[in-house]
């Protein structure tokens, strides 16, 4: 077992394996992600906005190509903004804030290992953490989900590490509680306050603060918060908030229909978005079951029912995505981990260390049939290095297992997933990247920047408005016939998805000649009408 408190002194070989997971990741986050172009709609949706503050100066009301962007509450536009104003704008400062949020998540989760479990608890978390690629992937996203992520995980850690008589503890939850809520408003409250509840009822500890530390908690939350809230609402009207926070809050949660998934979507994203630790993580959760009340597993099981409450939560809403599970994502790590170390502690491989061998078998043989069958370019570089990384973890693992040792199964496990990370960083992210944003059409035809008529065609195209400093007229793809053939409209430069101009009539395809074409953006011109006879 290894549920004890971290009294010993560290072993020596943990100082170098912490800073060793420490680079790992900090290359892991970076690489691919300093020079690729913003995506659509989300990453460069959030710079733009950041850019806009930072020139406008204004810190209350965002702005999104000239109008109030009120959907989101401030906090990543504020670190955002302040970056660009100070730095200049570049895609490696836009993704910032969510490679340092993610980086410090790996240290909280570190933490809380080495503090719960000792120096196996503190190796594998922060390891099972980083390799995960759900973590991965939202960590290199100049989006707001790491960053309300560290702020969750952060409550949650002051919840599990301080006792309960600590003088700033109910003061530390307050706080971190109002940053998580101007990062991404009332979730940021809900969902860290849930987990909290549901691991205290697991764990047998009382739910509620007592009124002293509630009044601290409610203070810290104030002082935070209601500085930019009370602004924000005299500013955009206090009649227009509350229909804001129905709007944003609860009929997104019970309507929403962009974003709509099947209650066990979340199954998905668990099994897709953290391979390959589902093996240890299931084998943790049957044993939890089997042992509810063992004190060795207290934990953990407050880390599982913060993590299945969590998961309820989030799946009753309408609207799902992956990136919202990303909060709940340390709870997984910490239970997967704990399994691990308890298996390395005992070294005793069984079952659960054969079915992570077979998998890794089972992934890289699809791998390399993925890999045949699609045409060169990054997705088949990334399929035959997952291919190659599995075989080898399959081979080292093999070993391990034939020798009755347990480490060398989990470290392959552990450096065959940063392998096929990295992979996907270096290859297929710049690749996406271009291939989803307007910056590479924008730097090889200037006429874009110098236009003073830019249409953008049934798309939201954020990166444009980032690219060009122009802010292009939005139309529908009906209605572009009717434009084109007007004598009396402006030429201009239009920008459309390839699949989109490629279903105009031929007619009205002969009216426009292409300027250039860049992942699957296409610019083009209007040829001048003839003169009337």
């Known amino acids: 077992m290894i549920q004890q408190a971290a009294t010993n002194p560290a072993p020596s070989w943990l100082t170098g394996a912490l800073l060793s997971i420490g680079v790992i ?176 009822t697991a764990t047998g500890r009382p739910l509620l603060p007592n009124i002293t530390g509630f009044l601290k908690g409610m203070g810290s939350w104030g002082v935070i918060v209601l500085p930019w809230g009370v602004a924000f609402g005299n500013r955009l ?79 009753f809403s309408e609207g799902k995505l992956p990136s919202y599970f990303l909060p709940l994502a340390p709870l997984v790590a910490m239970i997967a981990a704990w399994q691990v170390g308890r298996q390395c502690a005992r070294n005793q491989p069984g079952l659960p260390e054969l079915a992570l061998i077979i998998q890794g078998g089972v992934l890289a043989t699809a791998a390399v049939l993925g890999g045949v069958r699609q045409d060169p370019g990054a997705i088949r570089q990334v399929l035959w290095i997952v291919a190659g990384a599995f075989a080898a973890m399959v081979i080292v693992g093999g070993v391990g297992y034939w020798r009755r040792q347990v480490w060398p199964i989990y470290t392959a496990n552990a450096a065959a997933a940063a392998a096929i990370l990295l992979a996907i960083g ?51 793809l009906v209605g572009v016939s009717d434009i084109v053939n007007d004598a009396e409209k402006p030429v201009g430069l239009w920008i459309f998805d390839r699949r989109d101009f490629e279903s105009l009539d031929p007619a009205t395809r002969r009216r426009f000649r292409t300027l250039g074409k860049s992942g699957k953006y296409v610019a083009l011109a209007t040829h001048p009408l003839p003169p009337p006879p």
Request: no cysteine; hydrophobic share 50%.
């Open 237 to 315: 009207g206090w009649s227009e908030v509350a229909a804001l926070l129905d709007t944003e809050v609860i009929q997104r949660y019970v309507e929403q229909e962009s974003h709509a998934r099947p209650f066990w979507f979340y199954g998905l994203v668990v099994a897709v978005g953290f391979l390959p630790w589902v093996v240890p993580l299931l084998h943790a959760v049957g044993r939890l079951i089997r042992y509810p009340r063992d004190p060795a597993t207290s934990t953990t099981r407050y880390a599982l029912a913060g993590l299945l409450m969590g998961t309820v939560l989030l799946s």
């Open 25 to 200: 990741a900090v290359v892991l986050l970076t690489v691919g992600a300093i020079d690729t172009p913003l995506m659509d709609p989300d990453e460069a949706r959030f710079a733009q906005t950041s850019l806009e503050m930072s020139e406008s100066g204004d810190l209350v009301v965002p702005r999104f190509e000239g109008r109030p962007r009120v959907v989101k509450p401030p906090l990543l536009h504020w670190i955002q903004a302040f970056l660009f104003r100070h730095l200049g704008f570049s895609e490696w400062l836009a993704r910032v804030p969510a490679i340092a949020s993610t980086w410090l998540s790996l240290w909280i989760v570190a933490a809380i290992g080495w503090k719960r479990w000792g120096s196996l608890g503190a190796v594998w978390a922060p390891a099972i953490f980083i390799t995960s690629p759900l973590v991965f992937v939202m960590g290199r996203i100049g989006t707001i989900d790491s960053l309300l992520s560290v702020h969750i995980l952060a409550a949650v850690a002051v919840d599990l590490l301080l006792p309960r008589d600590h003088r700033h503890r109910s003061v530390l939850i307050g706080g971190l509680l109002g940053l998580a809520f101007l990062a991404k408003g009332p979730i940021g409250i809900g969902l860290p306050l849930l987990i909290v509840l549901a691991g205290r």
């Open 426 to 476: 270096g290859f297929l992210h710049p690749e996406l990247g271009a291939r989803h944003s307007a910056r590479d059409l924008v730097e090889h035809y200037p006429a874009i920047r110098e236009t003073t008529n830019l249409r953008r065609v049934a798309m939201k195209l954020p990166s444009l408005t980032l690219y060009s400093g122009r802010i292009p007229v939005e139309l529908e």
